[in-house]
């Protein structure tokens, strides 16, 4: 597929935002202003970059425990989710959701999830209600190696298969669970195959690559548009940093090979794509430094602007927890 620059620019400038405000993410997790577990998404940004610039803004996504670039890719403002990490008021859920129950519901955003493959099943649900309402949204439902082992799986896509529901399963293989490398927990080389037992067509991409990550979705996405049912699409892909901050093993290497961590370093998608617009003459050298500073400006007033809201009060601890 051939894209125009604007396309191509935005789709870097998606990747972009995910990686600076992680990173931000990171320092203010140190600093000890984000007072939840972090799970970092540095390096696996060309997958929400290349599914979200496939969605349209009504699509619902149902993130994982490693939600925030996934749900920032999907179009959420930077502030309110940088304040939301912080526990904040002006937090998308008044402080209350943090890193692992942020939901956005104007973006579609159904909630990120602390327990591990549990959105595999809340996705039957988003999709029932998108064909039910004929509205033609679709749900795409993120997550990783290890929970492609749970019963939900399995039983998701059955499910989602025989109703036809519009669900794009995507599965980020970055490799490992928490510590178990994939290639001990599975007997199969592409857990995408996987897919083929109820039905749905399932395939292996490049989760580095953006371009490959848009295309399988978009072509997934057209599909359960169209009532044709769900797909399966694996992205293979590597975190850069521990599963969760603090992991020992991001500097260990306590239980990922070093030597494969160097390899898929060099594979990183933003330096990679930055020299493939620069070099094939999409843009300059020095559009890009601007779209980088404007990125890191963005950032940096995330950041302070979570710092200057409030602490939820007390007196509404209870306030918005259940629903009536
Ligand atoms: C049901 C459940 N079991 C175990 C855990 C603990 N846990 C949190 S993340 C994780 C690993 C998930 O691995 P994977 O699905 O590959 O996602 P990744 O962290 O690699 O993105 C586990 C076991 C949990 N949160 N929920
Ligand atoms: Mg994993």
Redesign the pocket.
Same mark, same amino acid.
């Given at each position: 597929m051939s894209y125009d620059k604007a396309f191509k620019m935005s789709m870097y400038r998606n990747m972009l935002e995910q990686r600076v405000f992680e990173k931000a993410v990171q320092e203010q997790y140190e600093e000890g202003n984000i007072p939840n577990s972090a799970?970092l998404y540095l390096g696996q940004e060309a997958i929400a970059a290349g599914v979200s610039m496939a969605l349209r803004p009504d699509d619902y996504i149902l993130p994982?425990?490693?939600g925030h670039a996934q749900i920032l890719a999907k179009g959420c403002d930077m502030n309110r989710m940088m304040a939301e990490l912080f526990g904040r008021v002006d937090g998308y859920c008044k402080g209350k959701g943090g890193s692992m129950h942020l939901a956005v519901a104007e973006h579609g955003v159904l909630g990120s999830i %602390?327990?591990?493959?549990?959105n595999m099943a809340l996705a039957v649900g988003a999709g029932m209600a998108a064909k039910k309402n004929g509205t033609g949204q679709v749900a795409v439902c993120y997550?990783?190696?290890?929970?492609?082992n749970?019963g939900t799986f399995h039983e998701g896509m059955n499910l989602c298969s025989i109703q036809k529901l519009p669900v794009i399963y995507a599965l980020?293989?970055?490799h490992? %669970?928490?510590f178990s490398d994939?290639r001990d927990m599975v007997n199969v080389e592409h857990i995408s195959c996987r897919a083929a037992g109820y039905g749905v067509p399932g395939e292996t991409v490049d989760g580095n690559d953006p371009w490959a990550c848009y295309e399988a979705a978009k072509k997934a996405i057209d599909r359960a548009r169209a009532g044709e049912g769900p797909s399966m699409i694996e992205f293979m892909t590597w975190?850069h940093n521990g599963?969760f901050e603090g992991d020992p093993d991001a500097r260990e290497f306590l239980f990922r090979d070093p030597k494969e961590h160097e390899a898929w370093l060099k594979r990183d998608p933003i330096v990679v794509v930055r020299k493939q617009l620069i070099d094939e003459g999409t843009c300059t050298e020095d559009e890009m430094v601007a779209m980088e500073a404007e990125v890191r400006k963005q950032v940096d007033e995330a950041v302070a602007f979570a710092h200057a809201s409030a602490w939820p009060p007390v007196s509404e601890v209870y306030t918005d927890v259940y629903a009536d």
């Open positions: 799970h994982s425990h490693r %602390g327990i591990v493959g549990c997550f990783g190696d290890g929970a492609s749970r980020e293989n970055n490992y %669970g928490m994939y975190r599963h």
